[in-house]
């Protein structure tokens, strides 16, 4: 007589276990779009530990704003590369990853190019000042080629994608019954 233990050993599988903390790809981060965001908390890194060495400025406004626009870019990239590369997204409620991810990298491009320009505009002519607005550029550069790269895989995440004839000959279906009726023609 058989046990149980042979007769589903025999017929079930169990599921493999993931060993791995990251996943390169993931859902829904590319192996190429991994890697540009690794770039992009790269270089949002460097140009804030660069902006944070400056040691005087002249007009202290633009280095603030760049000095919180690399800051946040920095950590909330490298948070959102963890959650998309890692099972952590599903522990998350958030239903939309590609939304929340074309849309934050969407504005944090924005936000790179205005810090960096303001920045560059209103900086003392340092070196230093000087490599953080570099720094910012390059930071702008990875997050616009992030938005392509993610447009090119996955299309507009916030576009309905229905489909409808390109030939012109999609009529409306013909009632089958009138609606007002009452049994009466």
Request: glycine share 6%; charged share 15%; with cysteine.
């Amino acid at each position: 007589m058989a046990t149980a233990d042979t007769v589903y050993n025999t017929t079930t599988e169990q599921e493999p276990k993931n060993r791995t903390c990251f996943m390169f790809p993931s859902v829904y981060l590319s192996k190429i779009r991994c890697i540009i965001k690794v770039f992009e908390v790269l270089l949002s890194c460097v140009a804030f530990v660069v902006e944070e060495i400056v040691s005087n400025c002249s007009s202290c406004g633009p280095l603030y704003f760049f000095e919180f626009v690399s800051c946040t870019a920095f950590l909330f990239t490298l948070l959102l590369l963890v959650l998309l590369s890692t099972a952590l997204h599903q522990r998350v409620g958030i239903n939309s990853w590609p939304t929340l991810d074309f849309g934050y990298t969407i504005g944090i491009a924005i936000l790179f190019l205005l810090a960096s320009i303001v920045f560059a505009a209103g900086n003392s002519g340092s070196t230093l000042e000087q490599t953080a607005v570099a720094f910012g550029f390059l930071a702008t550069v990875a997050y616009v080629i992030d938005v392509v790269f993610f447009n090119k895989e996955n299309g507009m995440p916030c576009q309905k994608k229905t489909r409808q004839p390109t030939d012109g000959t999609a009529r409306p279906m013909p009632e089958s019954e009138k609606l007002n009726s009452n049994g009466t023609d």
